[in-house]
């Protein structure tokens, strides 16, 4: 018998499991029904390549047995079964699972116990759910065409043992031993065949295999009877009307290992040319690994309610990924190959139909349950933003009304349709301001501006923000305009006396720009500016800053990052200006003006958010010109 130790983070999931104190710990038999479906699932997925993979065991389903006088409980099934190899990947060792992941989410979790203890399903460790009710738990197992068997088992006390078995037949038995304490735990006596009957109804009636168990019979339960305690029937194949809110979301815990309730349900049916149904989930909070280049998105691909696939990833385009789901369609073949899928007309037009549904849904949240689009839009609104910027475009009508940003209107989220539905008389654009977070976007110097014209400014302070602007140029005819764009006006008389102030001041203009030493592409008059002596724009069209910014954080010096064109803008008509213009007029190359351009910039730099490329010449002009400051007084 070869006894080995579990890694320290597995050691710490199963004391959370051996101590915990939540409430549900019937998920349990959830978790270990639902991982049986899926070995049942891959047997049939692989026997339909490899048809002696079943031999003459092709009755398909799981076993439930109790022993009260032994205090057991053993789930049975004849699916694919493990070779020992896969018993000590799977089950010995879960690091792959991402336990420490898991922690930390578990650590920052808001939402209670029942979120908390929900998470493992998502892990991918809903089998050390057991050790919430056992004391002991013994695996037995043998995969298809393996001649011996395994035998697992470990007390979660560190350790486990792993040795080669007799099993007659393919498949998995695992036995819980009970542990002593859990009747004054729970609220279910695991014991009671009744108890069992409720929990499998409850959470795995739409299994689609037969659960079976010996039942009581007759009055005085001397008799039994093997009884199949679910229904069997597919839940996407039952009438909307017949499935209650609980049935959905057990399903869609059970089925897809979610610790979250989903945001809302799609249930649809496509008839005439194509046939197929589809039970989609949008969730509501953010899977784990979503945002990781790791993460498989795609909905389970059946056909006839055989199942074909488990991610198909041609059913659903990129930005939707967050969705989980299902489609069974009669019309596809049961060996389907990925190359095939990619080309195949009919699965098209299932997605196409399918996308269209989920952004229906989206949108009646937007306009009717605007509360549960916000929580929705927290988790996912960057996916959906991805979706606009990814395609140049392609796909900004489908998605321009599902976007949210924050604005100087208020605390709420708008969208492109509200701003546009409240502009001022005589507003033509849509303006936003690119920033890290909203206190910096409120700080810029322009915002003064677009304050007192009673403008209402959306903040860009998501970093896809500004990028997506490269597929989402406008808006119902307006176009989207930074207020940090040096071609920004808002009033052209003043725009006209810009210029004029520009040809009068040339001369400085050219020397703050000579002392400046190539940092700026220009330096010109500002016609925004109101209280701020200075500011830093984006030159004419290509990147702006904030775009020169996340690229650098992206590309951490792996390569340069490309440089977005700087503009100085001045305030002519601020105090700072009146002595730059005295100061050029005394020597054009006096150090005081050099080192008053160079903290202008570098002033203008900190108010947009960016760095100052030498801080300590920084603090040094600082600092002289607090003692020249000093020493006048």
Known sequence: ????????????????????????????????????????????????????????????????????EGRTITITDNGIGMTQDE????????????TKEFFEKMDNEKSGENAAIALIGQFGVGFYSAFMVAKKVTLITRAAKSEAGVRWESAGDGSYTVEETDKESRGTAITLHLRDDIAERMDNDLLDPHEIETLVKRYSDFIRYPIKM??????????????????????????????????????????????????????????????????????????????????????KLYSRQVFIMEKCKELLPEYLGFVKGLVDSPDFSLNLSREVLQHDRQLKTIAKNVEKKVLDALKYMVENKRDDYEKFWEEFGRALKGGV??????EV???????????????????????????KEGQSDIYYAAGRDR???????????????????LYFIDKIDEFMTVGLSEYEGKKLRSISAADLTLDKEAAEEQKKKEETHKGLIETVKK???????????????????????????????????????????EMPAPKAKRVLELNPDHAIFATLTRLHAENPDAPKLRDYAALLYDQSLLTAGLPVDDPAAFATRLTTLMVDAGDRH
């Open 1 to 68: 018998m070869g006894k080995r130790q579990f890694k320290a983070e597995t050691k710490q999931l199963l004391d959370l499991m051996i101590n915990s104190i939540y409430t549900h710990r019937e998920i349990f038999l959830r978790e270990l029904i639902s991982n049986a479906s899926d070995a049942l699932d891959k047997l049939k997925f692989r026997s339909l390549t490899e048809p002696d993979l079943m031999g003459s065991d092709t009755d398909l389903g799981l076993h439930i047995a109790l022993d009260k």
């Open 87 to 98: 018993v000590v990947e799977n089950i010995g060792t879960i690091a792959k699972s991402g």
């Open 214 to 299: 010996e039942m009581p019979k007759g009055d005085d339960g001397k008799e039994t009877e093997l009884k199949t305690l679910n229904s069997m029937v597919p839940l996407w194949q039952r009438a909307k009307q017949e499935v209650t809110d609980e049935q959905y979301r057990a399903f869609y815990h059970a089925e897809f290992h979610a610790w979250d309730d989903p945001i809302d349900t799609i249930h649809t049916r496509g008839e005439g040319a194509v046939e197929y149904t589809a039970l989609l989930f949008i969730p509501s909070k953010v899977p784990y690994e979503f945002w990781s280049p790791h993460f498989e998105r795609g909905l």
């Open 389 to 394: 910027y990814a395609n140049f475009g392609r």
């Open 397 to 423: 009508d489908k998605l321009k009304d599902l976007l949210l940003f924050p604005s100087s209107f208020g605390d709420k989220p708008v969208t492109l349709k509200e701003y546009v539905g409240r502009m």
């Open 439 to 457: 206190a910096a976007v409120e700080h810029l110097p322009q915002m003064e501006a677009l304050r007192e014209k009673g403008y209402e400014v």
């Open 515 to 557: 002392h400046l030493d190539g940092k700026v592409a220009e330096v010109r008059l500002s016609p925004l500016l109101k209280s701020a002596p200075a500011c830093i724009v984006s030159g004419d069209g290509g990147l702006s800053l904030t775009m020169e910014q996340t690229l650098n954080e992206t590309m951490r010096g």
